[in-house]
């Protein structure tokens, strides 16, 4: 599964909403979408704090 988009309002950024959301993503693909093998993350390379949240969290 590509997801090409992971945001967060600017207004809450900072807040650790995201951390959570990608804490609860592989457990939700898992449930709703079985078959589902892999998730991939795309990230623009030049947002270095969405590709450090994603390694952090196992992306």
Do not use: C
Not at 37 to 58: F, M, Q, T
């Amino acid at each position: 599964m590509l997801l090409r988009a992971f945001s967060i309002s600017h207004a809450d950024q900072g807040k650790g909403y995201a951390d959570q959301g990608l804490l609860w993503l592989t457990e939700f693909v898992k449930e709703h979408f079985p078959h589902i093998e892999e998730i991939v993350l795309a990230v623009n390379a030049r947002n270095i704090r969405a590709k450090h949240l994603y390694l952090k969290s196992g992306f």
